[in-house]
């Protein structure tokens, strides 16, 4: 099991930037992909972006693309995903999430965080 707590969530103004981390312990962290998802109030949680165990490979959401830029510390036991150019249908409860391999689908991530709220405002 790995256990994952996200912070760095809050509220800005719309254009403007946050970066979460998902800090790590138990399981090594290392070896697993991590992932991220957001839920927005009445909706499914949906994916945001995912990295691989070495933080080569990385893949987005469309609607995050060229704004949000997820990247990890290996030697931290962390993930991060800056976000930028930040838009109010950004705001929502988002989730780091481990598991064995990148997906853009909740399965087959097997632990998850509390979640952190990111409000924007316009």
């Known amino acids: 099991q790995v256990d994952l707590v996200e912070s760095g969530g809050g509220l800005v103004q719309a254009g403007g930037s946050l970066r979460l981390s998902c800090a790590a312990s138990?399981?090594?962290?290392?070896?697993?992909?991590m992932g991220w998802f957001r839920q927005a109030p009445g909706k499914e949680r949906e994916f945001v972006a995912t990295?691989?165990?070495?933080?080569?490979?990385?893949s987005y959401a469309d609607s995050v693309k060229g704004r949000f830029t997820i990247s990890r510390d290996n030697a931290k036991n962390t993930v991060y995903l800056q976000m930028n150019s930040l838009k109010p249908e950004d705001t929502a409860v988002y989730y780091c999430?481990?598991?064995?391999?990148?997906?853009?689908?909740?399965?087959?991530?097997?632990?998850w965080g509390q979640g952190t709220q990111v409000t924007v405002s316009s």
């Open positions: 138990g399981r090594t962290f290392s070896g697993n992909a």
């Open positions: 990295i691989n165990w070495s933080g080569a490979a990385t």
């Open positions: 999430a481990a598991g064995p391999l990148t997906a853009t689908t909740p399965h087959p991530y097997i632990d």
